[in-house]
């Protein structure tokens, strides 16, 4: 526990660093918002009005850059992200098969988390693993050639570690 708020400091110490150097560089709203996004997992409110003040742009249009961007986040995300590939290869061999039985799985929806905080689910548009489609990736973990029989193990499995590093 001692060790996760330690490397939490470092990384909230990164984003300020960040916020320091990049300031009153032009076209530093980016990578100040993926600094933001790396340091704390999602963007929080009081950043946004923070980096405002910072870089003299208006909260609302850090909110439209952030909402525009697929890769920005306004709520934290769950323990484990779970991809689901939409592109043309899975598309063709059952992607919306794979994303109904995680979603039936998980009781949530595309770019929601679990009650529990453990899964989020989101869609990609491309995982760049064709020939194994239809494909997820949990974390960096990829699971392809996908049914509903290998989609509830996969899933059980990152429930069973759960369960682990919970006892130890």
């Known amino acids: 526990m001692e060790d996760e708020i330690v490397e939490e400091e470092k990384l909230i110490q990164h984003f300020k660093v960040d916020l320091i150097n990049k300031?009153?560089?032009?076209?530093?709203?980016?990578?100040l918002l993926q600094s933001a996004q790396d340091s704390y997992g999602y963007i929080p409110e009081k950043i946004i009005y923070y980096i405002s003040e910072l870089v003299n742009i208006p909260p609302a249009d850090i909110y439209g850059v952030i909402t525009f961007f697929a890769q920005f986040r306004l709520k934290p995300a769950g323990k484990n992200l779970i991809r689901i590939c939409e592109g043309t290869a899975c598309h063709v061999n059952g992607a919306k098969t794979?994303?109904?039985?995680?979603q039936d799985e998980l009781g949530i929806s595309?770019?929601?988390?679990t009650d529990d905080g453990n899964f989020t689910l989101v869609s990609v548009a491309c995982l760049g693993c064709c020939s194994l489609a239809p494909i997820m990736m949990i974390n960096d973990e990829t699971f392809g050639n996908?049914?509903?029989?290998?989609?509830k193990k996969a899933l059980k499995k990152f429930?069973?570690?759960e369960k682990l590093l919970v006892e130890t």
């Open 159 to 161: 429930y069973i570690e």
């Open 146 to 151: 996908l049914n509903a029989d290998k989609i």
């Open 110 to 113: 595309k770019d929601e988390t």
């Open 23 to 31: 300031r009153h560089q032009v076209g530093s709203l980016i990578p």
């Open 98 to 102: 794979v994303l109904s039985v995680l």
